[in-house]
């Protein structure tokens, strides 16, 4: 039997979740990433969009599909992606994060964060997938040390997806204008967290409320898809490329980056 070939690791921007029906400039980056990677043995993704008061893994053999959303058109909820489960993976995860207590859930499944964005990937839905949940009760400190827990898993096949957006402000966002330039604070503070990312210094991408300044309080005024990178930067390896295949902004004031690391 051959080895598992080692996987990269992704964080992505995953704006709308119209993307998830679009033939737009993102969702087509998306589906050539597919195409880039080995193929792997399972998925392991951290998405904005389980954040709860504890740390829970995903352990169904058939996640279904959340909608977790309202006000888009009837095709966006008529949407599946009946991915398998992997109650083997989960069990693995809760094994690599000992002695932290991890709950194996058997009603949450696979939210907008984590389809929308992998339909286009695996559009045949074959890979199996688990989700990680985000507990908003922990420092950044903590999501950033569960990522490093998690690293073993590139040399076993899996692939690790953290989902949210660098800058993600609803509250400015220009709806009339989705192609509108960032705004001038949502662009500083993408451009350090890149930097950060290129140096390879954690630190600031950890304590972002105070190491990037005052671009931190309006790109991220809360934690939920910002936390997603640094489970993606804790399993990050001295050794890996470094890219930004996917770039770009949505209505001045939502980042859609994509950083892979390997």
Known sequence: MNAAPSMPVFFFG??????????????RAWSALGVSIPRPRAILAVSAHW?????AVTAMAAPRTIH???????ALYNVEYPAPGSPE???RVAQLLHPFEVRADQSWGLDHGTWSVLRHIYPQADVPVVQLSIDLGRPAQFHYELGQRLAPLRDEGVLIVASGNIVHNLYAYQWDAPEAPPYPWAARFEQQVRDALLADTPHPLIA????MGEESAPSVP?????LPLLYAVGAR???DALSFPVEGFEGGSMSMLTVRFG
Request: proline share 7%; hydrophobic share 30%.
């Open 14 to 27: 995953h704006g709308s979740p119209m993307h998830a029906i679009g033939d737009d400039r993102y969702a």
């Open 51 to 55: 954040y709860i008061t504890e740390t």
């Open 68 to 74: 977790d959303f309202g006000g888009f058109p009837a």
């Open 89 to 91: 993976l989960a069990a």
């Open 208 to 211: 972002y409320d105070t190491a």
């Open 222 to 226: 809360s934690p939920d898809h910002y």
């Open 237 to 239: 390896r001295k050794s």
